[in-house]
């Protein structure tokens, strides 16, 4: 099965670690994030990868090689310019000729692929998302009224909210979507499907999930590696 990992991006927001190292080498714990996801994928059946780079695709192509080391067929795509988080995967249509898992290159989770790509494969839809249930305390009352008349109160509410995770499954007819060689992110692809009322599905995850998008997510990956990442997670998946 095949799978893409987005590792184009230029880590802005991790500076200062990131002006010497592109983000998805970042070490944690005793691997690079690309390593503990291509272990993961691997876990799952996932053997033929591609990995999208952009900044710094020299240091990945060189840390990964063919991937033989780490187990898998791993092929490193490259943008001449920034393509956004949808555009690179129309570099790669020829060889993306089966459903294909898309996860962005910053993302730690102990999702099982394989249940996800067995379920986005029976949907009737060219496109499942994963959706993650985020829960974030208001500090605020709300007040209810009625014309001037309060009628009630929620004291510091929880707001809930459905947050896209950052992982796809995508069938190859979705190319069709695509325009060539332009800036194209994952929202506007969405946008463009549900305009020509183009089904598309979610499956909600509901394991571990990090987007390591900041320092202090980095500083919290370091952390939580050992509880997650390490030896007993190896037992966590299967072999499809």
Do not use: C
Request: glycine content about 10%; overall charge negative.
């Amino acid at each position: 099965m095949k799978a893409v990992i987005l590792a184009g991006g230029l880590g802005v927001r991790l500076k200062p670690f990131t002006q010497v190292i592109p983000k998805p080498l970042l070490p944690i714990g005793e691997k690079s994030v690309l390593e503990i996801q291509i272990g993961r994928l691997k876990q799952f059946g996932f053997t033929d990868i591609f990995l999208a780079t952009n900044y710094k695709s020299d240091y990945i192509e060189r840390f990964f090689g063919d991937g033989s080391e780490f187990g898998v067929d791993l092929t490193v795509s490259r943008e001449a310019e920034p393509l956004g988080t949808a555009g690179p995967l129309k570099l790669l249509e020829e060889h993306l000729d089966t459903p294909f898992v898309v996860m962005n290159g910053d993302i730690l989770s102990l999702l099982d692929f394989g249940k996800l790509y067995d379920f986005a494969a029976g949907q009737d839809s060219l496109l499942t998302l994963t959706i993650k249930k985020e829960i974030m305390p208001f500090d605020f009352g709300n007040i209810f009224f009625d014309g001037e008349l309060v009628t009630g109160i929620e004291e510091k509410p929880d707001i809930v909210m459905y947050i896209l995770a950052g992982i796809y499954v995508m069938k190859p007819e979705i190319f069709r979507f695509f325009p060539e060689n332009e800036f194209f992110g994952m929202d506007m692809l969405i946008k463009r499907m549900l305009a020509e009322k183009e089904r598309v599905s979610k499956y909600e995850l509901t394991d571990y999930w990090l987007d390591i998008g900041r320092i202090d997510d980095y500083y919290t990956a370091q952390k939580e590696y050992n509880q997650h990442f390490n030896a007993g997670e190896q037992a966590s998946g299967s072999e499809r």
